[in-house]
Nanobody, 116 residues
Framework: QVQLVESGGGLVQVGGSLRLSCAFS????????MGWYRQAPGKQRELVAG???????NHPDSSKGRFTISLDKSKNTVYLQMNNLKPEDTAVYYC??????????WGRGTQVTVSS
């Protein structure tokens, strides 16, 4: 089992920045892939950024250039640095972990609201 706890969300103005954190615990050595997803009201959950245990990252076009995912193994924490935030970035942001056996784990999410 893997436990994930997100933090760092909040209210920010257009053009501002936030850094989300996801602290993970439990069977951390089993984790192969971690990611940040978001879900806006009435919309499907979508991938924001992903990172493999070797540090390889994936940023979809929607976040490329503005969002950066990083992993600090010494702190068992994955971060999402978000810059130049836009109103359409408003959503609940979820941390995800996938183990080598393809078991998936989710945090409870953290709300990000971008006001204009």
């Amino acid at each position: 089992q893997v436990q994930l706890v997100e933090s760092g969300g909040g209210l920010v103005q257009v053009g501002g920045s936030l850094r989300l954190s996801c602290a993970f615990s439990g069977a951390v050595s089993s984790i192969n892939l971690m990611g940040w997803y978001r879900q806006a009201p009435g919309k499907q959950r979508e991938l924001v950024a992903g990172i493999l245990s070797d540090g390889t990252t994936n940023h979809p076009d929607s976040s490329k250039g503005r969002f950066t995912i990083s992993l600090d193994k010494s702190k068992n924490t994955v971060y999402l640095q978000m810059n130049n935030l836009k109103p359409e970035d408003t959503a609940v942001y979820y941390c995800n972990a996938v183990s080598a056996s393809l078991a998936g784990y989710w945090g409870r999410g953290t709300q990000v609201t971008v006001s204009s």
